[in-house]
Nanobody, 125 residues
Framework: QVQLAESGGGSVQAGGSLRLSCAFS???????LGWFRQAPGKEREGVAD???????????RTYTADSVKGRFTISQDKNTVYLQMNNLKPGDTAMYYC????????????????WGQGTQVTVSS
């Protein structure tokens, strides 16, 4: 059984902050979690990933897309993964999805297998 439930989305003015949460329960193998977003008319893109457990990176590993680097931070606390979003811009407006999957050594990214339903983030100028 797989459950990923996002929360924390909403409407905010440019320059504001939001923290997204994803409570998860996954009974299958996975070793990474990630946040992805999709704006209307655009392809879904990866925002930030975190390697959660395993021998590859004993001290952990994260990935942050260049477009949000320095503004967004992914973190995990037990069965919840967070995305702290600061200095939000109108271009960050999208549906944000939480996902779990397998870490790709080639891409140094999380390859998602399981998805949540998403939470909407709207940033106004």
């Amino acid at each position: 059984q797989v459950q990923l439930a996002e929360s924390g989305g909403g409407s905010v003015q440019a320059g504001g902050s939001l923290r997204l949460s994803c409570a998860f329960s996954i009974q299958y193998a996975y070793n990474c979690l990630g946040w992805f977003r999709q704006a209307p008319g655009k392809e879904r893109e990866g925002v930030a990933d975190i390697y959660t457990n395993g021998p590859i990176y004993p001290d952990g590993r994260t990935y942050t897309a260049d477009s949000v680097k320095g503004r967004f931070t992914i973190s995990q606390d037990k069965n919840t993964v967070y995305l702290q979003m600061n200095n939000l811009k109108p271009g960050d407006t999208a549906m944000y999805y939480c996902a779990a999957g397998s870490w790709s050594l080639y891409r140094e990214r999380c390859s998602p297998t399981y998805w949540g339903q998403g939470t909407q983030v709207t940033v106004s100028s």
